[in-house]
C-alpha cells in the first residue's frame, strides 16, 4: 500500500503479518485498505499487536514453523495475455501484447539460460565488484496456461534473483519471439555482461512470486 510506504508485489499463497505498536490504531480498517490494495495477491492477512521487532521475528517464527528465518530457493511466474481484447479483469496480473508469440523460440532461447550463469546482463543497478552468478533450475514457456490459449505463463525457479532480473529476462525472451534476435543469440547477451546487450524491461504486473522455500523447514537443509 502506497499510503502506508508499502509497495504492492505479487505472492501466491502469501500470509502477510503487520506488527503495530499503537494500541488506538484502527486494525480493522488498515486489514480492509489490504485486503482491497492487493487484490487476489495475497491469500491471509493477520494483524499482531508489538512493542519490540524480537516479537515480530517470533511471530514470523512460529508462522513458518522454523526459527531460523532465511529466504532459500524461490520460484517465479510471469503472466503475458496475447488475446486482442484487453482482459480488465485480469490486468492487473499479466502483461497484454496483442498478437500471436513464438512460444517454441522463446523456450528454445530460455533453455539456454539453466544452469549457473553469470546474469550482470539481466540485472538493474549491478555494482562491478557484485556478484552476479546465480542458478536457475528451470524455465520453461507455456502457452495455455489456465485452460486459456491466449495466455502464455514463464516459469523460472532458481536459487536467487538480481533485481529486475526476471522481467529483464521476459521482455527479452518476448523480443526473440518478435524477431529481434535468433534463440541462441541469449547466449551472446550472456557472456556481454552488460545490461545493454539484453532486451527491454518487462512490466511489474505480469510478476507473481509462487513460491520460497526457507532453512529450517522440513525438508530443507539449513
Known amino acids: 500500500m502506497t499510503r502506508y510506504g508499502l509497495r504492492p508485489r ?3 499463497n502469501t500470509l502477510a503479518v503487520i506488527v503495530c505498536s ?3 490504531f484502527r486494525v480493522e ?4 485498505q489490504c485486503k482491497k490494495t492487493y487484490f487476489g495477491a ?3 492477512f493477520t494483524c499482531v499487536m508489538a512493542d519490540h521487532s524480537p516479537f515480530l521475528e517470533l511471530c514470523i517464527s512460529r508462522c513458518l514453523n522454523t526459527h531460523q528465518v532465511q529466504f532459500w530457493p524461490g520460484g517465479y511466474r510471469y503472466t503475458i495475455y496475447t488475446g486482442q ?3 480488465i479483469r485480469q490486468i492487473r496480473f499479466c502483461w497484454h501484447i ?3 508469440l513464438s512460444v517454441e523460440a522463446m523456450n528454445v532461447a530460455a533453455q539456454h539460460l539453466v544452469g549457473t550463469r553469470d546474469f550482470r546482463s539481466f540485472a538493474a543497478a549491478v555494482y562491478e565488484d557484485q556478484n552476479a552468478v546465480r542458478t536457475v533450475f528451470r524455465c520453461n514457456v507455456t502457452r495455455g496456461f489456465n485452460g486459456d490459449p491466449d495466455t502464455l505463463s514463464i516459469d523460472i525457479e532458481g536459487d536467487g534473483f538480481l533485481r529486475h532480473m526476471v522481467r529483464i529476462l521476459v521482455g527479452t ?3 526473440i519471439s518478435h524477431g529481434h534476435w535468433r534463440p541462441e543469440e541469449i547466449v551472446d547477451i550472456l557472456e556481454a555482461r552488460d545490461r545493454s546487450a539484453a532486451g527491454h524491461l518487462a512490466p511489474a504486473s505480469g510478476l507473481c512470486l509462487e513460491w ?3 532453512r529450517g523447514q522440513a525438508g530443507v537443509e539449513a
Request: glycine share 8%; aromatic share 8%.
Open 173 to 175: 525472451l518476448v523480443d
Open 85 to 87: 481484447l484487453r482482459p
Open 98 to 100: 496483442p498478437g500471436p
Open 22 to 24: 499503537d494500541a488506538g
Open 29 to 32: 480498517y488498515l486489514l480492509a
Open 42 to 44: 495475497v491469500t491471509t
Open 212 to 214: 520460497i522455500q526457507y
Open 10 to 12: 505479487h505472492a501466491a
